[in-house]
């Protein structure tokens, strides 16, 4: 009942309306998964859920994705989510915390975050607190996402129906300083709540990695606290 293909080349010639590509391949071979993809004009979009592809091979997909106008979500990524629409994979959790959470319709905030889990966390905060989501991306706790919360935070800008923006960001690298430089440079204007977990990490001796690979601050400003400074 469902066709079998033994190259995404292959699938695409015979579904060119599919623009999405969810890559379940593991470590060893999204890569090659990936790359094979971005050449393919119909697809407009990749979401990777490997874990621990390597740096090198991270950066160059998002370098090649950006070169030509494409997205990437991850690698370890567990999604996305279009509430009233679209999902990626278990975005949001079993149907139950789908209504729960209100993702069965369109709200007016647009989240971003690295951690799936979190993710629904806070789909279900915010449907509590206000009207639900319009649109969530888990971008990945890998250390070089292939789009990072700006990316997509300055997608929810021009999104009319994103009415304020939550970022839930984590000790480790600086892409939450990059937003901070956005809004401070005026191209966020929408109402942004954010807060960075992790801080618990300075009551430690040495380096300490959290959950995500990219949860580890080598640097004063990849601290939590240093971040929420911003």
Same mark, same amino acid.
């Given at each position: 009942m469902?066709?079998?293909?033994?190259?995404?080349?292959?699938?695409a010639?015979d579904f060119p309306?599919?623009d999405v590509l969810l890559?379940?391949?593991?470590f060893r071979t999204?890569?090659d998964v990936?790359?094979?993809?971005?050449e393919?004009?119909t697809?407009?979009?990749i979401?990777i859920?490997a874990?621990?592809?390597?740096?090198?091979f991270?950066?160059?997909?998002?370098?090649?994705?950006?070169?030509?106008?494409k997205?990437?979500?991850?690698?370890a990524?567990?999604g996305?989510?279009a509430p009233?629409?679209?999902?990626?994979?278990?975005?949001?959790g079993?149907i139950?915390?789908?209504?729960?959470?209100k993702?069965?319709?369109?709200?007016?905030v647009?989240?971003?975050?690295r951690?799936?889990g979190?993710?629904n966390? !806070?789909s279900? &905060?915010?449907?509590?607190?206000a009207?639900?989501? %319009?649109?969530g =991306?888990?971008i990945?706790?890998?250390?070089y *996402?292939g789009?990072d919360?700006?990316?997509h935070?300055?997608r929810?800008e021009k999104?009319?129906?994103?009415?304020f923006?939550?970022l !839930?960001g984590e &000790?480790g690298g600086?892409?939450?300083?990059r937003v %901070?430089e956005? =809004?401070?440079?005026g191209?966020?204007?929408? *109402?942004?709540?954010a807060?960075c977990?992790?801080?618990?990490?300075?009551?430690f001796?040495g380096?300490v990695q959290?959950?995500?690979?990219?949860a580890?601050a080598?640097a004063?400003?990849e601290t939590?606290d %240093?971040k929420m400074l911003?």
């Amino acid at each position: 009942m469902i066709p079998i293909y033994k190259s995404t080349t292959e699938a695409a010639k015979d579904f060119p309306e599919a623009d999405v590509l969810l890559n379940f391949a593991s470590f060893r071979t999204a890569y090659d998964v990936t790359m094979e993809a971005l050449e393919i004009p119909t697809i407009r979009t990749i979401a990777i859920t490997a874990e621990g592809i390597p740096e090198r091979f991270a950066r160059t997909m998002r370098i090649k994705a950006k070169q030509i106008g494409k997205w990437i979500i991850g690698p370890a990524t567990v999604g996305g989510i279009a509430p009233g629409a679209f999902r990626i994979a278990n975005t949001g959790g079993t149907i139950e915390n789908i209504v729960n959470s209100k993702l069965h319709r369109p709200g007016s905030v647009g989240l971003v975050t690295r951690s799936g889990g979190l993710f629904n966390e !806070l789909s279900n &905060v915010i449907a509590r607190n206000a009207n639900g989501i %319009a649109e969530g =991306i888990a971008i990945g706790g890998d250390r070089y *996402p292939g789009t990072d919360f700006l990316d997509h935070m300055l997608r929810y800008e021009k999104n009319p129906q994103v009415k304020f923006m939550v970022l !839930l960001g984590e &000790v480790g690298g600086t892409l939450e300083l990059r937003v %901070a430089e956005a =809004i401070k440079e005026g191209r966020i204007t929408k *109402p942004v709540i954010a807060w960075c977990i992790g801080t618990i990490s300075k009551f430690f001796g040495g380096e300490v990695q959290f959950g995500h690979a990219g949860a580890k601050a080598g640097a004063e400003a990849e601290t939590a606290d %240093a971040k929420m400074l911003h």
